[in-house]
């Protein structure tokens, strides 16, 4: 009788103990494939930061170079600007006087409307300040952009 009860009590421990263990190993199971998701999100975020990170070297890079290279034109445009006021370099404008005619001897002009820019030069004047505006622009909007602290990515 005493070995019906030990073996009924083994078979029902056995019993809790494969519940246990069936039980126990599905809950592992998740928290594993939890702990995979994680990983592959976490390895997901760390790439991205990675990338911002290279973009924001190249971005500033090319930022640097820009602005070099800006910096040096205004100041080849600032030494122009200085060689005319000192009159070392001359400026040329074509430009045609409407009342006075091409054969005319004398140089004098009348008071009615003075010299235009002709037409070609009229074109390339308006161009000129149409690209001047647009780069002004796009300058202004390179330098808020620029403004953003890029420092802080890890």
């Known amino acids: 009788m005493l070995t019906r009860y030990l073996i009924g009590g083994a078979f029902a421990l056995s019993a809790v103990t494969a519940a246990g263990w069936y039980v126990t190993k599905g809950h592992l199971d998740a928290v594993r494939d939890d702990l995979r998701d994680a990983q592959a999100i976490n390895r997901s975020i760390v790439a991205a930061r990675t990338e ?59 008071t009615d409307p003075g010299p235009r820019l002709n037409a070609g030069a009229e074109r390339h004047y308006h161009a000129l300040r149409d690209q001047i505006a647009r780069v002004t622009k796009q300058l202004g909007s390179s330098r808020d952009w620029a403004r953003v602290d890029t420092t802080n990515v890890e």
Do not use: F, H, I
């Open 52 to 110: 911002e990170k290279r973009l924001a070297d190249v971005t500033s890079a090319s930022a640097a170079t820009y602005y070099a290279q800006l910096e040096v034109l205004q100041n080849e445009n600032e030494k122009l600007r200085a060689a005319r006021a000192a009159g070392t370099v001359g400026l040329r404008v074509q430009a045609d006087c409407p009342r006075v005619p091409a054969t005319a001897q004398t140089g004098s002009v009348d």
